[in-house]
């Protein structure tokens, strides 16, 4: 059923989904403190950036645990804005699209009508990785057990998925989207380097070679519902204040980081 969804998806015009377009954030490979450390959020695909992404949560969460909301603007397909680090330890930009809808029916076909997430983590570790692991226990996680601090080539990087601070099973996928000596492209991503699936949500591979890192993990929740639209559907299916019920939560997490 998952493949004939991606399927149906494309045709219709989503082929964000299909496609593997991407939430994540592009910051400095290494930060110190204090510093201010710009940082571009984009939602793209290969080498290509879209339209900016709107952004239902857009913080950054210190050292110490408290968190505060970026002040974003638009910048070339996508969301620009700056960080300011007073402390030592790992900075984590945590981000979460406007939520969406999908339903087969709309193309004529039976199958599950889907209530669409997507979350993202930035992990920007300045000077230390302290606080790296930190969880809200909230929505789809993918909670790194390997501190982003000091990643090198080489290296095997570990995560653990989780659904409301519970392990999920669910598909991943990693790719490099920046290499260290693209300093003038925005967005450039290389063939995805690793992907498979995981029963119990655990995430581990090799980090093949330096760069930007983004790893994708998808999951599926059997849970039905009412969703309120909060927006309208581009694709006229619905319009903002729209009660629409779902059959199924399909949650997507992204987590960057650098690796040397």
């Known amino acids: 059923m998952r493949l004939t969804c991606l399927l149906v998806l494309a045709v219709a015009g989503f082929t964000y989904l299909a496609c593997g ?16 450390a710009e940082v571009w959020i984009t939602y ?71 209530l669409i997430l997507e979350h993202a983590r930035a992990l920007m570790p300045a000077v230390s990785g302290r606080n790296f692991d930190w969880s809200s226990g909230e929505g789809l996680e993918l909670v790194p057990a390997t501190d982003p601090g000091d990643l090198e080539r080489g290296d095997i990087f ?64 059997d849970e039905s519902g009412t969703w309120t639209a909060e927006s309208d559907d581009p694709n006229g299916n619905y319009a903002e204040g729209d009660k629409l019920a779902y059959d199924q939560i399909t949650p997507t997490v992204y987590l960057t980081f650098w690796s040397r």
């Open 21 to 36: 377009h991407m939430l994540y954030a592009e910051f400095p490979e290494d930060i110190s403190a204090p510093s201010t």
């Open 44 to 114: 793209g695909h290969d080498d290509e950036s879209g339209e900016p992404p709107r952004l239902s949560v857009a913080r950054a969460i210190s050292p110490d645990g408290s968190f505060e909301d970026l002040d974003l603007e638009e910048h070339e397909g996508g969301l620009k804005g700056a960080l300011k680090v007073e402390e030592e330890g790992c900075y984590i930009l945590d981000l979460e699209k406007e939520p969406r809808l999908t339903d087969l029916e709309w193309f004529g076909i039976s199958g599950p009508s889907s």
């Open 158 to 221: 570990e995560a653990q998925a989780a659904w409301q601070g519970r392990p999920i099973g669910g598909d991943y996928s990693a790719m490099v989207v920046k290499s260290p000596e693209d300093l003038l492209v925005i967005q450039h991503a290389q063939e995805v380097e690793v992907w498979g699936s995981s029963s119990g949500g655990e995430v581990e591979f090799e980090l093949t070679r330096p760069g930007l890192w983004v790893v994708t993990f998808e999951a599926t929740i």
